[in-house]
């Protein structure tokens, strides 16, 4: 029996799955936390890898590995392989300013044809425009620049601080994430130097993009190390998303995707024209706010999570006329960086903790409900949907996700299915052929879309 490893580095913590390459059966796993905050010294996420892997009782027996890692995330190296300065995460918005100079500059038409995304706050390259211009001397200082699971698999090869220009050109991504920098084309596979020179003011060393599948780097050990993936290509390799799956994910963030056999590219900026870790594409919306929305009202409520959902159940559909913005940290779809939450529709009687639960739910699923729809108006086939994520396991969300968005919604058994994704790359690395794991999921009863929710949201956010 041969044995593979995914890793998921995301926002909130470091997850290891090890698994049987040819099955897929669950060995062993483990997990640690990330410090908090949309900006962070990439060292803390070493170090949670180092104790996640100790948890699950190491990698000696272990074949191949991949990293799956949050999207973005702006890493600087130096000339001698250092970070330059903390990375700043998918979810600061202090680059918005630059994001709207990158679309009046260059254009919409261009963005879309080119990338397949209009800039925002979250990516890459916004984020070394803002570098360039608030801190000028680290951009000048910065040599390399690569993305949270390029960093991590690069640390795995042992390489890191002191590696020089060797180790810049060990450097490696994979197409997935490649495709959130803003700075490299999903439609033609190459950077874009041109986005480089306007932003961080050079072109630096970039990793080499790797083909799916093909091997990155080899640790001291020998262990293979695969090409690793974005966040969300992950979790549509852990769920065997196919044309017509939907993959909707509730954690930090909210993400709706699906896979296309074709890219896409949307002036308007409500899709992200991604590829995926298999060679198609991955046009994806992606919200700022979602399970800390539940969080947040569930700390408001002095109930635990399972409480809020029991609450919510107990509520109608509408909660009575209350609707709840969920744009607390400011919102990408729609890219409204500057935004904040709020309530709509109060009055004594519709005033209850019942109703607050249920429009916590509502307005993230309305939220997910808008990016479901931007992406069926650019011709994405939609058939299913498959729904992830820690919050998935909220029979609320269950049941109001099946009666808002229309499509049937299934639900795999809980688990970590971006370091799943991963770890069935690695496996896919390993034989050269990407393998079909079993999952379980459980299918929800499909309702007709309840019009009268969406139409009260909608109508409640259109004051933006």
Known sequence: MQLVAGVDSSTQSCKVVIRDAGSGALIRQGSARHPSGTEIDPEHWWTALQQAIEEAGGLED???????????????????????????????????????????????????????????????????????TAEPENAARTAAVCLPHDWLSWRLAGFG?????????????????????????????????????????????????????????????????????????????????????????VGTSGTVFTVSDQPTGDRSGLVAGFADATGSYLPLACTLNASRVLDATAALLKVDLPQLSQLALTAPAGAEGLSLIPYFEGERTPNLPDATGSLHGLTLENFTAQNLARAAFEGIICSLADGLKALTDLGVLAERIV???????????????????????????????????AARQAAGVLSGVLPLWPTNEALLATSEPDSRVLRQYRQAASGY
């Not at 260059?106 to 080119?114: D, I, K, N, S």
């Open 62 to 132: 272990v074949s191949a590995i991949s990293v799956a890692g949050q999207q973005h995330g702006m890493v600087c190296l130096d000339a001698d392989g250092a970070v330059v300065r903390p990375a700043l995460l998918w979810n600061d918005t202090r680059s918005a300013g630059a994001a709207r100079q990158l679309v009046e500059e260059f254009g919409a038409e261009y963005w879309a044809r080119t990338l397949g995304t209009i800039p925002v706050a979250s990516l890459t390259a916004t984020k070394l425009l803002w570098l360039a």
């Open 387 to 421: 729904l992830v994520g820690g919050a998935a396991r909220s029979v609320a969300l269950q049941e109001i996700s099946a009666s808002v968005l229309g499509l049937p919604v299934s639900v795999p058994e809980p688990g970590e299915y971006v370091a799943d994704g």
């Open 161 to 249: 601080p002191g590696s020089g220009a060797e180790g810049l050109a060990a450097l490696r991504t994979d197409r997935s994430d490649a495709s959130g920098t803003g700075y490299w084309s999903p439609s033609t596979g190459e950077y874009l130097p041109e986005v480089l020179e306007r932003t961080l003011g050079h072109v630096p060393v970039l990793p080499k993009v790797l083909a799916p599948l093909e091997v990155g780097q080899l640790t001291s050990s020998g262990m293979l190390i695969g090409p690793g993936c974005g966040d969300n290509a992950g979790a549509g390799l852990g769920v065997n998303a196919t044309l017509g799956t939907v993959v909707i994910s």
